[in-house]
């Protein structure tokens, strides 16, 4: 039911261009199907993501999993998994390639495999500013609805990517990345995307703690203006583990 369709999501990219168009697709899964749904894309749909890319139909696909999916089994609104397509225009994204030869890549036709989960949201973004990195096990992904756009998109661009580039090896990052939404929009809706790439476990929490904005003898928390720009802070974090990607 999920990518087949239509080739969209994506998130968190190792990939240059600055306009990239990333589609993601939330799902929960209940516990009884977990493990066949992880089995069937890691074991089939990768190889059709990887021979899209290869192809020239799309920029990276990343299949990732909520660090505490076990938690919110019980509650089916929460998302346990997310896949993530990135695409190089708006053109790629819309021109249904991405995922159009999946039968002959897999030698059947794709719907005998697949498993039971519940879409519960797609959401469409375009790259302003990115670290670009070679992979990553654990990303952190922020979404906010800031009051000030415009002053939100430029400190992360200026002030908070500068910071993370120059402190990559203390810090463990591995890439970083900003977006906004195009779609949908609305009241409800956040309006921007941020990520933070890891890997490790360990450095993807110390970084949510707080730990890693006392690094380099000063404060960077006191160089910021974002309790102006965005007061209400981040909307939603949650911490993701990187299962499977292709890029």
């Known amino acids: 039911m999920r990518h087949l369709f239509i080739t969209f999501i994506a998130l968190l990219v190792s990939t240059s261009a600055s306009a990239q168009i990333i589609y993601m697709q939330s799902h929960h899964v209940k516990a009884e199907d977990m493990e066949t ?10 190889e059709v993501a990887e021979k899209s890319i290869e192809d020239g139909n799309m920029g990276g696909w990343y299949f990732l999993k909520r660090v ?5 089994l019980h509650d089916e609104t929460e998302p346990t998994h997310l896949f993530v397509n990135v695409y190089e225009s ?5 021109s249904g390639a991405g995922w159009a030869g999946a039968t002959d890549v897999l030698g059947f036709d794709p719907s005998l495999i697949q498993s039971e989960s519940t879409l519960l949201a797609v959401q469409y973004f375009k790259t302003e500013s990115l670290i670009e990195d070679d992979g990553f096990t654990h990303t952190i992904l922020n979404f906010a609805k800031p009051v000030d756009g415009a002053g939100f998109l430029d400190e992360n661009i200026n002030l908070w990517k500068p910071f993370f580039e120059a402190n990559m090896e203390a ?3 591995q890439g970083w990345g900003i977006a906004s939404k195009f779609y949908p929009q609305g009241m409800d809706h956040s309006t921007f995307m941020t990520w933070d790439h890891f890997n490790s476990l360990a450095d993807a929490m110390k970084h949510l703690a707080g730990e890693n904005n006392l690094l380099g003898g000063e404060n960077i928390v006191e160089q910021s203006n974002m309790s102006e720009y965005d007061p209400d802070g981040f909307r939603y974090r949650v911490l993701f583990q990187n299962l499977d990607s292709r890029f």
């Open 37 to 46: 749904f992880e089995q069937n894309e890691m074991m089939y749909f990768a």
């Open 90 to 94: 708006i053109d790629q994204l819309t």
């Open 68 to 72: 505490d999916a076990g938690s919110v």
């Open 171 to 173: 810090t463990g990052m």
